[in-house]
Every structure is written in structure tokens, then in C-alpha cells.
């Protein structure tokens, strides 16, 4: 059993930032694919960033996310720049117990999830 809690979100203007924080339990951390999606209001939860070997970004948000990991802290990060109205969402981190060289995209594929935290942009 993996638990995830979010935190970090909040309120910010356009053009601010936001570091997001997954804290997961689990003693082979290092060994999970962890990911980061978001849903907004009336929409499906989509991918926005993965960490594997290699790290996955939706074209939304490449050039202004940074997902990074700690592995001596069992935490993920999400560094979000530049932030725009449409970023607006629960975010949800994921935690995904196949290791890959290439993290998926797909909610799917993830076996373990947090509880969201909330990301609100205003313009």
C-alpha cells in the first residue's frame, strides 16, 4: 500500500509560480514512476509531467513545469513558472509501481493516487 498527500497549492496570479509537494510512503520510492495530472471543472483528468529515467511533460506546460524528486524525502515536486488561468485544477500525483525508462502518460497506468490539492490562477 503507497499513500500520496499533496500540498502546495493555492491561489496565484497569472505570471506567478507554485511548487506542488507529493509525500509518499513506502520503502522503494526510488523505484516508482510518479506522475502529476490535473482536472479542471467539467473536464477529464488529463497528464501533465512524469519522472521515470526520463522525465514527461504534456505540450502544455513544457518550458514552464519542472517535475523533480527527492528520493532521500519520498517526495515528487512540481515546479509550475508562469502560470496561466488554463492551469487552473485539482492536481492529483500518482504513483505508478512498474518502473519504466519512459513514464506514461495515461491515467490508467497508475496504481496508487492522492487526494489533489487545489491550483487556482486568476487572470
Known amino acids: 500500500q503507497v499513500q500520496l498527500v499533496e500540498s502546495g497549492g493555492g491561489l496565484v496570479q497569472a505570471g506567478g509560480s507554485l511548487r506542488l509537494s507529493c509525500a509518499a510512503s513506502?520503502?522503494?520510492?526510488?523505484?516508482?514512476?510518479m506522475g502529476w495530472f490535473r482536472q479542471a471543472p467539467g473536464k477529464e483528468r488529463e497528464f501533465v509531467a512524469a519522472?521515470?529515467?526520463?522525465?514527461a511533460y504534456t505540450d502544455s506546460v513544457k518550458g514552464r513545469f519542472t517535475i523533480s524528486r527527492d528520493n532521500a524525502k519520498n517526495t515528487v515536486y512540481l515546479q509550475m513558472n508562469n502560470l496561466r488561468p488554463e492551469d487552473t485544477a485539482v492536481y492529483y500525483c500518482?504513483?505508478?509501481?512498474?518502473?519504466?525508462?519512459?513514464?506514461?502518460?495515461?491515467?490508467?497506468?497508475?496504481?496508487?493516487w492522492g487526494q489533489g490539492t487545489q491550483v487556482t490562477v486568476s487572470s
Open positions: 500518482a504513483a505508478d509501481l512498474r518502473w519504466a525508462h519512459v513514464p506514461s502518460n495515461r491515467a490508467e497506468q497508475y496504481d496508487y
Open positions: 513506502g520503502r522503494t520510492f526510488s523505484n516508482y514512476v
Open positions: 519522472n521515470a529515467v526520463i522525465a
